[in-house]
């Protein structure tokens, strides 16, 4: 079992808990710390930290929320067993501190991810997973008049494809952009039209991929993340709020 990390006191600063929180994660990782393994205690870390328990208690919320540490079991924190929430976690923190991302850096990520993931899709969908896309696009479809219960539909659509490629990687990368996506969404879809070119954009994608086209599929999906990306540029040099 690896040994419980220890650490040297550090010296004061206006924003202390977060260098005791990135000193505690980076240790987490050097050692090794398996999910489940308690850390030394708000009072141990206090001594090594030379740090007052109030940051301590700082330090060990900030982890929590980012999924590092689990605070639920009572006790000394554990590990937390890593998982997607963490990694959107992350990525909020670094939207948060860094700005809203430019539209033409999220189209290239989008692209890069979701040409692959149709097209897998389209190569490996079981049965149950192609009924799963066709309900997230017929939710879609219903909820056109709606726009915060379309825009979810809309990412819970592009989820069901990530999770038919049957590589877990895939769908930790999706959901990891979940925010991102839904916050695309809310800014285009408030148009009514907007909506109906959408629905009939996925309903291509969803053809293909039940056609088993991987080549239809992946050119339908080009085709709508391009109007997409489109779309979110408009709404952002327009200055119109993502809502």
Known sequence: MPESPTFDSIGRNPRLYETVSEQLAQAI?????RPGTRIPTERELCEQFGVSRTVIREAIRHLVA?????????????????THEGITESLEIYISQHGAIPPTKIAEVRETLELTTVRLAAERASAAQLAAIRTAFELLAHDREHPEAASRDDVAFHRAI???????LFLVLVDSLGDVLLQIRRATLGDPHRVDETVREH???????????????????????????????KTVDTGSPAR
């Open 66 to 82: 980012k999924r590092v540490l689990d605070g639920s079991t009572g006790g000394a924190p554990r590990v937390a067993d890593p």
């Open 162 to 168: 990530a999770e038919a490629t049957d590589n877990e």
């Open 203 to 233: 309903e291509r994608i969803l053809l293909a991929l039940e056609a088993r086209d991987p080549d239809a599929a992946v050119a339908a999906m080009h085709a709508h993340l391009h109007d997409s990306a489109r779309a979110y540029e």
């Open 29 to 33: 990782r050097d050692a090794g710390l």
